[in-house]
């Protein structure tokens, strides 16, 4: 995480399905450090884009 320094925490899965593949990649690769909160700005903003997210704590030893 580029605000924290530390390593992720959580596992983020993101799919970005958009009309140029350069906005899906660059979204999908903002969305996996914003999660939740990135996501809401990306559907304001990026009307013709859809968006999967799913996010997993890896610090309660149940995402495998």
């Known amino acids: ?5 530390l390593g992720l925490t959580h ?3 993101v799919s970005v399905k958009a ?3 350069i906005t899906a ?3 999908a690769t903002a969305l996996a ?3 939740d909160r990135g ?8 009307r013709q884009v ?3 997210l799913q996010q997993v704590d890896l610090r309660d030893g ?3």
């Open 1 to 5: 995480d580029p605000r924290t320094g």
């Open 11 to 13: 596992l983020v899965l």
């Open 19 to 21: 009309p140029e593949g």
């Open 25 to 27: 990649d660059s979204l």
């Open 33 to 35: 450090v914003t999660g």
């Open 39 to 46: 996501q809401a700005v990306v559907r304001r903003h990026y």
């Open 50 to 52: 859809e968006v999967w």
């Open 62 to 64: 149940s995402a495998f």
